[in-house]
């Protein structure tokens, strides 16, 4: 057929392709756009952010270095104009400054010295109680051996055979008000020393 003529049907098909490739072109170029704008938020919030707040507080850095040069020169200006006297009145001020903060520490270590170690009166009363505790107890127990040795005085005083009659009655009536002793000489008389 026609060879030199393109055909409807190829044109329609060449203009596909070139569609086609100009479709793909175009999906390219938009990832390649979308890529771009991801990198760049990634480096903005990555390396860029961060680096200016670096810079800003470097820059705040060297301003408040700055200010303190500043006053640094004008306090070396202020200790030029001073006259000798003033330089004079003002090293009285801090001597006097300092012998009071010495005299201040002094007092407050010896403070804490007294507070470390105890005192004598301290001891001399403790002393005391122990040994008034001591004294207490010995003439309690004086007391009592002296009563426990009365009543064995007296238990010893009695004929053998009465003690044990008087165990056995007692036992026997299960009396709560305590034993009655037999009337014998040696009763009457320890009833008649009741102070001892």
């Known amino acids: 057929m026609n060879q030199?003529?393109?055909?409807?049907e190829s044109v329609r098909g060449r203009a596909a392709a070139m569609a086609e490739k100009a479709g793909r072109a175009a999906w390219l170029a938009v990832g390649v756009i979308v890529g771009f704008a991801a990198g760049a938020v990634v480096v903005l919030l990555a390396i860029v952010l961060p680096g200016q707040r670096t810079a800003a507080q470097q820059q705040e850095a060297l301003r408040?270095?700055?200010e303190l040069n500043r006053v640094e020169q004008q306090r070396v200006g202020d200790l030029k104009q001073v006259s000798a006297a003033e330089l004079q009145k003002w090293v009285a001020m801090v001597s006097e400054q300092n012998a009071r903060f010495n005299e201040i520490q002094q007092r407050l270590h010896e403070q804490e010295l007294e507070l470390a170690d105890p005192g004598v009166a301290v001891i001399v009363i403790v002393a005391l109680v122990?040994?008034?505790?001591?004294g207490f107890l010995a003439f309690m127990y004086r007391d009592v051996n002296k009563e426990a040795a009365v009543t064995l005085q007296n238990l010893a005083a009695l004929p053998p055979e009465s003690v044990v009659s008087v165990v056995r009655t007692w036992s026997a009536n299960g009396e709560k008000g305590g034993p009655v002793l037999p009337r014998s000489p040696v009763t009457r008389s320890l009833r008649a020393q009741p102070g001892d």
Not at 4 to 8: D, E, I, L, Q, V
């Open 64 to 66: 408040q270095w700055a």
């Open 4 to 8: 030199g003529k393109p055909t409807t």
């Open 130 to 134: 122990a040994l008034g505790s001591m």
